[in-house]
């Protein structure tokens, strides 16, 4: 009987020193970090690129090339955008920024017929525009 006695009132002061606890800082968390992790957090917010897909719709080593199907691409669609790269020895165009494979063969099936080539790349590409 004194040994139930004796847990019971152990068992009643463990539960009111949790509960005493719960007092002391409603709503509040520190969190002890290095200062790098704030800066990747930071870093990571300010790039705008996710990975997605374009089309390469011309090459070549003549930049005049380049910019002429440019030039006609951006009369067609000029709400796509497009990108020069270049990779020695030739220059490249790409268009779109598309999330899905499937957004990017939609457009490829309209453009195949009016340039060279039309090849689907996996990219890092820019945040779709929303219009």
Do not use: W
């Amino acid at each position: 009987m004194q040994k139930k006695i004796l847990h019971l009132v152990f068992s009643i002061s463990i539960a009111a020193s949790s509960f005493a606890q719960r007092d002391a800082s409603i709503g509040s968390i520190d969190v002890l970090a290095d200062s790098r992790v704030q800066n990747l957090v930071t870093l990571e917010k300010s790039i705008d690129e996710i990975s997605g897909y374009r089309l390469q719709i011309c090459f070549d080593s003549d930049k005049k090339v380049i910019d002429e199907a440019r030039d006609r691409f951006l009369k067609l669609y000029p709400l796509i955008s497009t990108y020069v790269e270049f990779e020695a020895p030739h220059f490249n165009l790409k268009v779109g920024d598309f999330r899905t494979r499937l957004e990017a063969e939609k457009v490829k099936r309209k453009v195949f017929g009016e340039f060279v080539i039309c090849i689907i790349h996996q990219d890092l590409i820019q945040l779709p525009r929303i219009d």
